[in-house]
């Protein structure tokens, strides 16, 4: 089992920067981690990704040249840095992790707890 606690979500004006810092434990990450959010009334959607190596990263159309996921050098915590902060990315925001390069939810194993980013106009 690995637990997966979330943190460094808040409240930012539009145009702002927030880090979220997703901090594993028990054991080590999987293969892949990943950043989905759920909006009220949305479908939950994958945000960013990284490869538990750090080498190849994923990014969705929404926050491609925003958003940056990178991990500590420990392995154990992983970042994603999130820039020019829109009122459209208010969402709570899950850190997750499984076995296969995917943007599908269903596909992964471990999830955090989720932390609310609120962008205000």
């Known amino acids: 089992q690995v637990q997966l606690v979330e943190s460094g979500g808040g409240l930012v004006q539009s145009g702002g920067s927030l880090r979220l810092s997703c901090a594993a434990s028990?054991?080590?990450?999987?293969?892949?981690v990943a950043w989905f959010r759920q909006a009220p009334g949305k479908a939950r959607e994958f945000v960013a990704g990284?490869?538990?190596?750090?080498?190849?990263?994923y990014y969705s159309e929404a926050v491609k040249g925003r958003f940056t996921m990178s991990k500590d050098n420990n392995g154990n915590t992983m970042y994603l840095q999130m820039n020019s902060l829109k009122p459209e990315d208010t969402a709570v925001y899950y850190c997750a992790t499984g076995p296969a390069t995917t943007m599908d939810g269903r596909r992964y194993d471990y999830w955090g707890q989720g932390t609310q980013v609120t962008v205000s106009s």
């Open positions: 028990g054991r080590t990450f999987s293969y892949m």
């Open positions: 990284i490869l538990w190596t750090g080498t190849t990263t």
